[in-house]
């Protein structure tokens, strides 16, 4: 089946959401995305899924490292669980 579509995969890796196979569409897209890109984990889709539903021991020391490198953030994403 053929959906037309640019799908990549990403796993939990060392530095965080690390894709780790793509399927490129024959259609121009506006990113380039590479096996063994690091994504954001604040900053993507990707990331966010990822922070939303690890657990927050595995996650918290990323956020406090992307949140400095970016130069800090008025209110970062919460790992609570209503």
Do not use: C, Y
């Amino acid at each position: 089946m053929n959906i037309g579509h640019t799908v990549a995969i990403a796993v939990w890796g060392d530095m965080g959401p690390t894709i780790i196979w793509v399927h490129e569409s024959s259609h121009a897209l506006h990113i380039n995305v590479r096996t063994g890109t690091v994504m954001s984990l604040l900053n993507t889709a990707t990331g966010l899924v990822f922070a939303a539903f690890l657990p927050p021991k595995v996650v918290e020391g990323m956020i406090r490292t992307e949140v400095d490198r970016l130069g800090g953030l008025a209110d970062p994403p919460s790992q609570e669980k209503n």
